[in-house]
């Protein structure tokens, strides 16, 4: 009968044990939902910055964000954007 409640009283202590530790983890994070991403262009000398600019904050009105900066290749201006 003692050594019945010894390994009651074990199991208990070592079940308490486990639910502590795991409170202290984080449970795992759902993934977030896929970004929407899209790229303005404007080439050099055809709408210059002017129309690059217009675009550009048309999109931020919508809703878009910046992501990264303005690059330049191939002679067009560049910059892409996520929502």
Not at 17 to 46: C, W
Request: with cysteine; aromatic share 10%.
């Amino acid at each position: 009968m003692k050594n019945t409640i010894t390994n009651f009283a074990l199991v208990l202590a070592a079940f308490v044990a486990v639910n502590l530790l795991m409170s202290f983890a984080k449970p795992i994070a759902a993934p977030d939902e896929p970004k929407q991403y899209i790229v303005i262009k404007d080439q050099v000398g055809r709408g210059g910055s002017e129309q690059f600019e217009k675009a550009i904050n048309q999109k931020l009105a919508e809703g878009w964000h910046l992501q990264g900066g303005v690059c330049y290749f191939e002679g067009r201006y560049n910059q892409a954007m996520a929502k």
